[in-house]
């Protein structure tokens, strides 16, 4: 059956370091993959797009790596803040459809 | 307006009535996505419409559940009879591309079902 599973539930770490989350994939042959961040209440908002061809993508302090043999995508934050606490989740589009894992709920403590 | 409009954000249904939610995308966007969002849990694909053609309803868990979108642009998640079970978040997303895969998702902040 196809899959997508995000690393934890849950990660906590401390103001200034880098948070990686995990996202793995199972029986899906993604052309793209995104990123998308979400606050309690409120919709998912899109972070990064990166394609099957594409090792890795940056954006500010946000960094995303696309493994299609290991079938792993990894999320970096670096210099994290308390205002980057949130949901993350990965997104992975087949065909017409994009589907989401379950989400990491980060946490950076001051 | 500027983002993807939901209303109701919140509704809270007796078990058995039927309930309408809608969607009102970004102007001009093709792609039209409904997703069911259980607390703690990723969004959940539930439809697909590009345009007024609904080419994906794969996700739709029941035949109690109905997306319309006559006019390509507002789209309507109807629930008939609903259950408990049927209490989640649905989220309506659009997209200007033609397939989900060439276009970030814009999300509505969601209307939040409660079954009594």
């Known amino acids: 059956s196809q899959k997508i599973e995000q690393n934890s539930e849950a990660l906590n770490i401390q103001e200034g370091k880098t948070a990686t989350l995990t996202c793995n994939y199972t029986?899906?042959?993604?052309?793209?993959l995104q990123w998308y961040r979400q606050d309690p209440g409120r919709g998912p908002v899109f972070l990064l797009l990166i394609r099957e061809n594409e090792k890795e993508k940056r954006k500010e302090r946000l960094k995303v790596t696309f493994d299609t043999t290991l079938k792993q995508s990894l999320f970096h934050i670096t210099a994290s803040q308390p205002a980057d606490s949130a949901t993350y989740l990965c997104?992975?589009?087949?065909?017409?459809?994009?589907?989401f894992g379950a989400g990491t709920r980060l946490t950076v403590k001051p | 307006g500027a983002g993807v409009s939901q209303s109701p954000r919140y509704k809270v249904a007796k078990r058995g009535q039927d309930v309408a939610l809608r969607c009102d995308p970004i102007s001009g966007h093709v792609s039209l996505f409904w997703y069911q969002q259980a607390l703690g849990q990723g969004p959940e694909f539930l439809t697909y419409f590009q345009n007024e053609a609904q080419l994906d309803k794969s996700g739709l868990p029941s035949d109690r559940f109905f997306a319309e979108r006559p006019e390509g642009s507002v789209s309507t998640l109807k629930i008939q009879r609903t259950q408990q079970e049927d209490s989640a978040v649905y989220l309506c997303?659009?997209?200007?591309?033609?397939?989900?895969?060439?276009?970030?998702?814009?999300f509505g902040e969601g209307s939040r079902l409660t079954v009594l």
């Open positions: 997104a992975l589009v087949d065909g017409n459809d994009m589907r």
């Open positions: 029986n899906y042959s993604p052309a793209y």
């Open positions: 997303a659009s997209s200007f591309s033609y397939r989900a895969n060439t276009g970030e998702l814009f």
